[in-house]
């Protein structure tokens, strides 16, 4: 069956994906929505996946692949896995660094097979160094990195985002990489070694803030909701809730001052400019606050923005979906499963105006396109029979 191509941005490129968990599914899925032929090279043992196949999770990630099973721990395995090679662009892995070495599919035995191949490898600490051998994991990366320093209110100890984000930097990171090789690759004809990891993605994510500390030696230290260094941005309480509001700058200042009918907050001492209103935070908000609070959330929201001052509502998760502009821009979207049926997942949040990406197939079965595959790179049926029986592919 000819395969269905989510894009064709990207349809003459070949990826072998040897990534799970995150942070390397983040990467490969850039590549599989924009038409990459993304093949998802699967163990035929049992399967773990550190969370159910059927998960929101698991589809999420996956989709928009073919998917074969191969044990790259069997020499023949290990044969076919080359020949793929030859035919590919890129291979992407997140094991630890040791592990690629073992198998044979390190960059220098990737090259010999194929001088144009890029190699992307995502790890936790880097591929060398006193942490090389580590498991990473997303917290205990947003711990070392200090995105959890920076977290949470003064006094309540240290708090981890809600959200993998050193993982999915992580991802991103690499997904750019490899397309600034691929680039390269144009010029030299050949391929290079692409390394991202979650500890620097977490400090590359920091930006500003570890900027702080690098350029002018400052520690950063845990604000809460407030910005760091430009007040008024923090959450405040409303009548009915809270709403975030970024007024930083002078003129932002005295737009949010006649918004909320306090036009003299403006020539008070305390907070008349941008340092003082830094310094004077807690009692900022209390006057912010203090006005505030006569009006609910959604009527503050139209009335600064009607003024031109930068707010929004904070959200649960029902209601990020049930926003007008997030249904507008699509950011879920449904695509069909053959036997989970109509799923909704996260859309491609990068748009191209001709050749746009799509959620054209839902992630695949384990497996359901080893025969194909093998087949396109000139395995025959009786090979096929012969690696199945060894239980090399399922």
Same mark, same amino acid.
């Given at each position: 069956?000819?395969?269905?191509?989510?894009?064709?941005?990207?349809?003459?490129?070949?990826?072998?994906?040897?990534?799970?968990?995150?942070?390397?599914?983040?990467?490969?899925?850039?590549?599989?929505?924009?038409?990459?032929?993304?093949?998802?090279?699967?163990?035929?043992?049992?399967?773990?996946?550190?969370?159910?196949?059927?998960?929101?999770?698991?589809?999420?990630?996956?989709?928009?692949?073919?998917?074969?099973?191969?044990?790259?721990?069997?020499?023949?395995?290990?044969?076919?896995?080359?020949?793929?090679?030859?035919?590919?662009?890129?291979?992407?892995?997140?094991?630890?660094?040791?592990?690629?070495?073992?198998?044979?599919?390190?960059?220098?035995?990737?090259?010999?097979?194929?001088?144009?191949?890029?190699?992307? %490898?995502?790890? /936790? #600490?880097?591929?060398? *160094? $006193?942490? =090389?051998?580590?498991?990473?994991?997303?917290?205990?990366?947003? @711990? &070392?990195?200090?995105?959890? %320093?920076?977290? /949470? #209110?003064?006094?309540? *100890? $240290?708090? =981890?985002?809600?959200?993998?984000?050193?993982?999915?930097?992580? @991802? &991103?990171?690499?997904?750019?990489?490899?397309?600034?090789?691929?680039?390269?690759?144009?010029?030299?004809?050949?391929?290079?070694?692409?390394?991202?990891?979650?500890?620097?993605?977490?400090?590359?994510?920091?930006?500003?803030?570890?900027?702080?500390?690098?350029?002018?030696?400052?520690?950063?230290?845990?604000?809460?909701?407030?910005?760091?260094?430009?007040?008024?941005?923090?959450?405040?309480?409303?009548?009915?809730?809270?709403?975030?509001?970024?007024?930083?700058?002078?003129?932002?200042?005295?737009?949010?001052?006649?918004?909320?009918?306090?036009?003299?907050?403006?020539?008070?001492?305390?907070?008349?400019?941008?340092?003082?209103?830094?310094?004077?935070?807690?009692?900022?908000?209390?006057?912010?606050?203090?006005?505030?609070?006569?009006?609910?959330?959604?009527?503050?929201?139209?009335?600064?923005?009607?003024?031109?001052?930068?707010?929004?509502?904070?959200?649960?998760?029902?209601?990020?979906?049930?926003?007008?502009?997030?249904?507008?821009?699509?950011?879920?979207?449904?695509?069909?499963?053959?036997?989970?049926?109509?799923?909704?997942?996260?859309?491609?949040?990068?748009?191209?105006?001709?050749?746009?990406?799509?959620?054209?197939?839902?992630?695949?079965?384990?497996?359901?396109?080893?025969?194909?595959?093998?087949?396109?790179?000139?395995?025959?049926?009786?090979?096929?029979?012969?690696?199945?029986?060894?239980?090399?592919?399922?």
């Amino acid at each position: 069956m000819a395969r269905i191509q989510a894009s064709p941005a990207l349809a003459r490129l070949r990826i072998l994906d040897l990534t799970r968990v995150r942070a390397g599914p983040t990467c490969v899925r850039q590549f599989a929505d924009f038409g990459a032929d993304v093949i998802k090279v699967e163990t035929p043992g049992d399967e773990d996946l550190g969370g159910a196949r059927d998960g929101s999770d698991f589809q999420n990630l996956h989709r928009n692949k073919r998917s074969i099973t191969l044990d790259l721990k069997a020499p023949a395995g290990r044969d076919i896995f080359r020949r793929l090679v030859a035919t590919a662009d890129v291979v992407v892995e997140n094991y630890r660094p040791d592990v690629k070495d073992r198998l044979g599919i390190d960059y220098a035995s990737l090259r010999a097979i194929n001088p144009r191949i890029i190699l992307a %490898s995502i790890s /936790g #600490f880097g591929q060398d *160094g $006193p942490y =090389r051998d580590r498991p990473g994991f997303d917290q205990i990366a947003q @711990g &070392l990195c200090g995105i959890m %320093s920076v977290t /949470g #209110f003064p006094g309540q *100890g $240290p708090l =981890r985002a809600g959200a993998a984000v050193a993982d999915v930097t992580a @991802g &991103l990171l690499a997904a750019l990489g490899i397309m600034t090789a691929l680039l390269e690759r144009e010029v030299s004809g050949e391929g290079q070694w692409v390394q991202s990891n979650l500890l620097q993605a977490g400090i590359t994510l920091l930006d500003f803030q570890a900027a702080r500390y690098t350029m002018d030696g400052q520690v950063p230290p845990q604000v809460g909701n407030d910005h760091p260094t430009s007040m008024p941005t923090s959450a405040y309480r409303t009548a009915d809730g809270h709403i975030n509001v970024a007024a930083s700058g002078s003129v932002m200042w005295m737009r949010l001052c006649e918004a909320i009918g306090r036009p003299e907050l403006a020539d008070d001492p305390r907070f008349r400019r941008a340092d003082d209103r830094a310094a004077n935070r807690a009692a900022l908000a209390a006057e912010i606050e203090s006005a505030l609070q006569t009006r609910p959330s959604a009527e503050w929201v139209s009335r600064l923005n009607d003024a031109g001052v930068p707010c929004g509502p904070i959200y649960r998760m029902d209601e990020v979906f049930a926003d007008p502009q997030v249904k507008h821009l699509g950011a879920a979207a449904p695509v069909n499963h053959p036997r989970l049926g109509t799923l909704n997942i996260l859309n491609q949040a990068v748009r191209l105006s001709r050749t746009p990406a799509a959620l054209a197939t839902a992630t695949p079965e384990r497996g359901e396109h080893t025969d194909e595959v093998l087949r396109e790179i000139g395995v025959t049926e009786a090979e096929i029979a012969l690696l199945r029986g060894g239980r090399v592919i399922l």
